[in-house]
Nanobody, 121 residues
Framework: QVQLLESGGGLVQAGGSLRLSCAASGRGLSFNKMSWYRQAPGKRRELVAD???????TYVDSVKGRFTISRDNGQNTVYLQMNDLKPEDTAVYYC???????????????WGQGTQVTVSS
């Protein structure tokens, strides 16, 4: 069974920084793409950034140059360093991991519980 432990959300002033972490665990599992999504009140959940097991990253245009996604494959942990935060970054941030069982090619998706990020102006 997959377990995700998210941490790092909070309240910060505009221009400040936060670092989100998401640690994945599960016996006999391998983790593929790891992603951060966010959902602001009244809006759809959107992809913020993702990173493959090989380290290839993608970002939504609104965070390019401000956010950095990284991962520690040994710890199955993905990070999101958020700098120069803006009020429009306020949202619940969700970790998502794609995983498969050793020896299987079937891939599954699993979501974290979400962590609130609030940026005050």
């Amino acid at each position: 069974q997959v377990q995700l432990l998210e941490s790092g959300g909070g309240l910060v002033q505009a221009g400040g920084s936060l670092r989100l972490s998401c640690a994945a665990s599960g016996r006999g599992l391998s983790f593929n793409k790891m992603s951060w999504y966010r959902q602001a009140p009244g809006k759809r959940r959107e992809l913020v950034a993702d990173i493959t097991s090989g380290g290839t990253t993608t970002y939504v245009d609104s965070v390019k140059g401000r956010f950095t996604i990284s991962r520690d494959n040994g710890q199955n942990t993905v990070y999101l360093q958020m700098n120069d935060l803006k009020p429009e970054d306020t949202a619940v941030y969700y970790c998502n991991v794609r995983w498969h069982r050793w020896g299987s090619t079937i891939e599954y998706s699993y979501w974290g519980q979400g962590t609130q990020v609030t940026v005050s102006s």
